[in-house]
T-cell receptor, first 108, second 112 residues
Framework: RKEVEQDPGPFNVPEGATVAFNCTYSNSASQSFFWYRQDCRKEPKLLMS???SGNEDGRFTAQLNRASQYISLLIRDSKLSDSATYLC?????????FGTGTRLTIIP | NAGVTQTPKFQVLKTGQSMTLQCAQDMNHNSMYWYRQDPGMGLRLIYY???????DKGEVPNGYNVSRLNKREFSLRLESAAPSQTSVYFC???????????FGPGTRLLVL
């Protein structure tokens, strides 16, 4: 079983729609959780951290369920510029483990 | 403030050649990391350095060596390149008490 599992997609979503990504992780001792965004042929960039209480940053909402070892990302009112690969990332003491990513394409 | 920089951006090697990938950060971060990214595999950790003078193996260290030259610089060396090392290599750095990592722009390596 992979340490971090994501649906690879692709998700093709019309502009303005709401889209949700899910991710599960296997290490119950994981301490930190993030969503990263990666554009084609570019480096991963931090989108947001994920907290147990849930957190929101503009159109983006992230949720963490430690009991189920499940992380989610919700994007509301999607924009063309949201097209990218979204990486679910889980951290321990020193290291991060990356999911393989979910590819999102926003269609005009 | 350049963040994390990597050189070179692109490189083509022949099997058996050696090269060093350079990485530097100007954010005064303690920890630095080298990853490789291959299609369908996600990012895999090669080596990391929690502080100046220390290095540790990651998930895929075979065929690589690293040097933490000082707090700013962390280099990755391929002593004898193999076609299986064709990949995109990313360097990253991290604050001690902030779990997130910040990535350089990557080096695209092709080994023929």
């Amino acid at each position: 079983r992979k340490e971090v599992e994501q649906d690879p997609g692709p998700f093709n979503v019309p502009e303005g729609a709401t889209v949700a990504f899910n991710c599960t992780y296997s290490n119950s001792a994981s301490q930190s959780f993030f969503w990263y965004r990666q554009d084609c042929r570019k480096e991963p960039k931090l989108l947001m951290s994920v907290y147990s209480s849930g957190n929101e940053d503009g159109r983006f909402t992230a949720q963490l369920n430690r009991a189920s070892q499940y992380i989610s990302l919700l994007i509301r009112d999607s924009k063309l510029s949201d097209s990218a690969t979204y990486l679910c990332v889980v951290g321990g003491n020193e290291k991060l483990t990356f999911g393989t990513g979910t590819r999102l394409t926003i269609i005009p | 403030n350049a963040g994390v920089t990597q050189t070179p951006k692109f490189q083509v090697l022949k099997t058996g050649q050696s090269m060093t990938l350079q990485c530097a950060q100007d954010m005064n971060h303690n920890s630095m990391y080298w990853y490789r990214q291959d299609p369908g595999m996600g990012l895999r950790l090669i080596y990391y350095s929690a502080s100046e003078g220390t290095t540790d193996k990651g998930e895929v260290p075979n065929g690589y060596n690293v040097s933490r030259l000082n707090k700013r610089e962390f280099s990755l060396r391929l002593e004898s390149a193999a076609p299986s090392q064709t990949s995109v290599y990313f360097c990253a750095s991290r604050l001690w008490d902030d779990g997130s990592q910040y990535f350089g722009p990557g080096t695209r390596l092709l080994v023929l």
